[in-house]
C-alpha cells in the first residue's frame, strides 16, 4: 500500500496570496499516477490536476502541479475567495489499492 | 455531460447491510471503471473499491470480505453492498467514474454523496 502524506495539516493566508501544499508517498508513483482535488464544504471532490501536472478540464491556470517519483506539489498561483477548501492527493497508479492523502485545509488568515 | 446521484437509506441498523445505488444519467456505465468512496463525518477519504462495466471488481483489502458491487447495464446503475456494518461505517458515500477508460484514471465526476448512518 502506498501511503501518502501531506503537508501542512492547515495554510493560513489571505488572497491573492500563493499558496504550495506538499504530498509526499511512501513509495514511488509509478507514470506519475498523481491526483489533486478540492473539496468544500458539504460538496463532492472535485477533480484538479492529474497525471501529476496535468489540469482537468475547466480548471483554472493558476492551479498547478509538479512534482515525481515520491514528492508532488500544487501550487496556487494567487488564492481567490472561491479556493479556501481542502485539497486532497490521490494516488491511482497502484490499482488494487488506490489511497488519498489526509488533506492540507486552506482557510484565510 | 455525465452526472452520477447516489440512493439509498441514510439510516442502517449496526450489523445489517448497507445497499447504495448510483445511477449513471448522460451517459453509459459501459467501458468505464467505477468507484466507490466514503468519507466519514470531519474526516478524509476513503476508497472503497471499483467494478468495471463487465462485472469485475476490485476492492479495498481493509474492506475486503464485507464489500460487494454489482453493476446493472439495462438500467445504467452501479451498487455497492457492506454487511455487518457498525458506527465506524458512518460516512458520506461517493460514487465516482474512473475519468479514463483504464482502472488507473483518477475520479472524474463525482456523485454528490449520501450520509449513511449506522445506528445502534
Known amino acids: 500500500e502506498i501511503v501518502l502524506t501531506q503537508s501542512p495539516g492547515t495554510l493560513s493566508l489571505s488572497p491573492g496570496e500563493r499558496a504550495t501544499l506538499s504530498c509526499r508517498a511512501s513509495q514511488s508513483i509509478s507514470i506519475n499516477y498523481l491526483a489533486w482535488y478540492q473539496q468544500k464544504p458539504g460538496r463532492a471532490p472535485r477533480l484538479l490536476i492529474y497525471g501529476a501536472s496535468s489540469r482537468a478540464t475547466g480548471i483554472p491556470d493558476r492551479f498547478s502541479g509538479s512534482g515525481s517519483g515520491t514528492d508532488f506539489t500544487l501550487t496556487i498561483s494567487r488564492l481567490e475567495p472561491e479556493d479556501f477548501a481542502v485539497y486532497y492527493c490521490?494516488?491511482?497508479?497502484?490499482?488494487?489499492?488506490?489511497?488519498f492523502g489526509p488533506g492540507t485545509k486552506v482557510d484565510i488568515k | 455531460q455525465v452526472q452520477l446521484q447516489e440512493s439509498g437509506p441514510g439510516l442502517v441498523k449496526s450489523s445489517e447491510t448497507l445497499s447504495l445505488t448510483c445511477t449513471v444519467s448522460?451517459?453509459?456505465?459501459?467501458?468505464?471503471?467505477w468507484s466507490w468512496i466514503r468519507q466519514p463525518p470531519g474526516k478524509g477519504l476513503e476508497w472503497i473499491g471499483y467494478i468495471y462495466y463487465t462485472g469485475s471488481t476490485t476492492y479495498n483489502p481493509s474492506l475486503r470480505g464485507r464489500v460487494t458491487m454489482s453493476v446493472d447495464r439495462s438500467k445504467n446503475q452501479f451498487s455497492l453492498k457492506l454487511t455487518s456494518v457498525t458506527a465506524a461505517d458512518t460516512a458520506t458515500y461517493y460514487c465516482?467514474?474512473?475519468?479514463?477508460?483504464?482502472?488507473?484514471?483518477?475520479?472524474?465526476?463525482w456523485g454528490q454523496g449520501t450520509l449513511v448512518t449506522i445506528s445502534s
Open positions: 448522460g451517459g453509459s456505465v459501459n467501458n468505464y471503471y
Open positions: 490521490q494516488q491511482y497508479g497502484g490499482s488494487t489499492r488506490i489511497t
Open positions: 465516482a467514474r474512473h475519468g479514463g477508460r483504464y482502472s488507473t484514471s483518477p475520479f472524474d465526476p
